[in-house]
């Protein structure tokens, strides 16, 4: 069973990616060195993520890396490069003992959830409940059609489509706080809803995000009564009246925009514009000023960290807060700190009342 972000721990599974050389069928020439160094160094990390979960007495799953050798053109849309499952936090999430998956606009996740198959199954024969939306009818998008970067895509392009990103949700005991403009479809939104009928749904209000977008990241509950917080701005209203600790003096400043827009302007992930974009200027710039808040709580005393931030672990020590780190070089290229590479999926805390 699980309620919270930050009751401890017991299991959880930590993402996977391909091996150096898996993809090369699918990437041009001139990319296949670079990202196949990505791939190595990304392996490492998560390994090495794995590893100190295991040394922590928590139980660690691993999902299925599936070998696609090829692309699969599925009438209405082509699965072009099918995406290693990395982030299942995107679209997957444990909630009391029910297990719920859901599909976003990305085509090359279509068959994300095969990977996660035989972890889910094993939960299932425990008693979990474990629920799919239907699979949706996708359209081929260009670059720019990226959730974060052409917001309109689930309100307009694919607004009949039942697509939901379920790291736009925060466990917090009986309730479940979401950020209700997406990214998502409406009729994604109300699939998650129906089939959650004893956890109550509040909407965030008060945030620099404009009720859009990933809601693991700018702030963490680290119990019942307290909200770590980078800028008040990011607290959602209906947890202002806890106990707020601000430390953001603690961290760099984040500039995201010029990221978002260097992948606008290259061809995507895959592309060798894009790969020698990151490697020569980005590759250090997600362990500098990315995903800081985006950590997994281990209890309420320890948090597991993306990156070495000294001040800010000398900080939280005095709140009797244990900081840990497993380096992941790789963060912003997959678009993930440690919470989105992770899914906890069983935690020792009861359903209970945490907001007013």
Known sequence: MIYTEFD?????????????????WALPKDTIDGFNKILEETKEDLNNLSDFLIKSNIKVHRPEVIKYKKEFDLVNFKVNFPICPIVPRDQYIVIGDTILQTYTSY???YFDSLSYSKIFTQLFKEGYNWLSSPPPILKDLNNIDNWYTRK???????????????????????????N???????????????????????????????NYGHIDHGFILINDDTVIHNNIDWVPLCLRNKNLIDVGKYLP??????????????????????????????????????FDLNVLILDSNNILFNREIPALFKYLKTLNINSHCIPQRHSLYWEGGVHCLTLDIKRKGTKRRIIS
Request: glycine share 10%; proline share 4%; net charge negative.
């Open 107 to 109: 085509t090359d996740r």
């Open 8 to 24: 401890p721990l017991q299991e959880v599974i930590v993402g996977d990616c391909y091996d150096p050389g898996d993809l090369d």
């Open 253 to 290: 400043p984040l500039n995201f925009e010029k990221y978002v827009n260097e992948y606008k302007q290259t061809g995507g992930k895959y592309s060798k514009s894009y790969l020698e974009s990151y490697l020569n200027n980005w590759r250090g710039f997600s362990q500098e000023v990315c």
């Open 152 to 178: 309109d895509i689930y309100s307009d392009l694919l607004k009949e489509q039942l697509l939901f990103h379920t790291a736009v949700m925060f466990k917090a005991g009986d309730s479940v706080i979401y």
């Open 180 to 210: 209700g403009t997406g990214p998502g479809s409406k009729r994604g939104l109300n699939w998650v809803k129906r089939n959650l009928p004893d956890i109550r749904f509040i909407e965030n209000e008060g945030t620099i995000t404009d």
